[in-house]
């Protein structure tokens, strides 16, 4: 249900009601039962599940493809250290 905000003309309070959305607008005051009128407000919303960029896009890198864990990596042992020079502790004579 829509959350709106309120101004009593009168005493100059602030307030917040949660209303349908098909509901009347409230017309009199809490406090000194004067005359309100309905604050313009963003709405707020929040979508849930999949499909959505805060639950699917978002995890994504920019070439499209998910990160790994931290810590894991998708190559095998033998993989990455086939990529790595091994080094030798004497140097290389030119």
């Known amino acids: 249900m829509p959350l709106y905000e309120y101004e009593c003309a009168r005493c100059g309070h ?16 809490p406090k000194c039962a004067g005359p309100l009128r309905k604050l313009p407000s963003a709405p707020a919303i929040h979508f849930k ?23 894991k990596t998708t190559e095998s042992p033998a ?3 086939a990529k790595e020079p091994k080094k030798s502790g004497a140097p290389k004579k030119p």
């Open 79 to 81: 993989a990455s250290e």
């Open 49 to 71: 599940g999949s499909g959505w960029y805060v639950t699917d896009y978002a995890k994504k890198t920019s070439g499209g493809a998910e990160k790994p864990p931290a810590g």
């Open 14 to 29: 602030t307030f917040e009601a949660v209303q349908k959305a098909g509901a009347a607008p409230l017309k009199k005051c």
